[in-house]
């Protein structure tokens, strides 16, 4: 039987409590554009979301998408009209599948890993372009598309502005330390990662305890995440390269019931390791 104090760190959050804990968790981490605590995180959003913790700081930034590895791309003709949008619309299937195509060079595909370590960065981002300051009143104005994708070889973010117009690259930029928030797959891929790790036996318990059969799985559980970025001497010395390192924390639900405290633990995508924040 598991001693009181480690059982209170796996608690499941339920009864009267889950109202208040559940709606200020929600406003900590959900993105606009997502739907309720019923939803699983990771879809396809634009925004930005920041929350502070006691021993660090876990922050989402920029345009959450459902991520890829893609193929190298190569500058190709516009499409046909019908497979395009206009103005601000939002980008198209078409649209979007182009774009990854085409900001996708060989060399950044031969030389990059995705969150599976394969071949290929992850994309962990898609969207329309802001228009550039002379083109804000043209109706005219081209429409370009952001897409980032996070090398895991070397903890960069690569992102690439493509001109829908012409098929052409027109700006790339690579950053250190800049975390947008998780796609679909690296979301999964955390959760694997944790449910493989002997500290998530408090979480497989409470998940028992609330349902009457063993956690095997992710998909048993919605997952709601955000990106954590080490404070210095709040956490165990293997986070400290969090921030730099693609970090991250889940925050599971029952299907259809109470959340589960898991909040005080870290997946470092980066090295593949798990550890728990320091707590009082």
């Known amino acids: 039987m598991r001693d009181t104090v480690r059982r209170h760190l796996g608690k499941v959050v339920a009864g009267t409590g889950i109202a208040v804990a559940g709606t200020a968790l929600m406003m900590a981490i ?12 990771g879809g396809p959003a634009s925004g ?18 459902e991520g890829a590895a893609v193929g190298p791309g190569v500058v190709e003709e516009a499409p046909a009209d019908e497979e395009t949008g206009t103005g601000r619309d939002p980008l198209t299937d078409d649209e979007r599948a182009r774009v990854e ?7 950044l595909f031969r030389s990059s890993e995705d969150v599976d370590g394969d071949r290929g960065p992850q994309r962990v981002g898609l969207d329309l372009a802001e228009p550039e300051a002379g083109e804000l009143d043209d109706p005219d104005a081209p429409r370009r598309a952001e897409v980032s994708f996070y090398d895991y070889k070397d903890d960069t973010l690569v992102t ?28 999964d891929e955390a959760a694997a990662l944790l449910l493989a790790d002997p500290l ?5 318990a409470d998940y028992e305890d609330a349902t009457g059969k063993e ?32 970090c991250a ?17 870290v ?13 009082d």
């Open 30 to 41: 959900t993105l606009p554009g997502t739907a309720g605590a019923d939803d699983t995180a």
């Open 48 to 65: 930005r979301a920041t929350g502070q913790q006691a021993q660090g700081e876990s922050r989402a930034e920029g345009t959450q998408d």
């Open 101 to 107: 195509r085409l900001a996708l060079s060989k060399q």
């Open 160 to 187: 690439r502005t493509v001109n829908l117009e012409t098929g052409k690259v027109e700006a790339t930029a690579t950053q250190r330390g800049v975390q947008p928030p998780l796609s679909r797959a690296e979301q």
């Open 200 to 204: 998530a036996a408090g979480l497989k």
């Open 215 to 246: 956690l095997t799985s992710a998909d048993q559980l919605q997952l709601h995440s955000m990106i954590y970025k080490s404070a210095p001497g709040a956490q165990p010395a293997v986070l400290d390269q969090c921030g730099e390192h693609r």
């Open 249 to 265: 924390r889940l925050y599971p639900k029952v299907r259809n019931g109470p959340w589960i405290d898991a909040g005080h633990l």
């Open 267 to 279: 997946i470092d995508l980066s090295t593949r390791k798990v550890a728990a924040l320091d707590r």
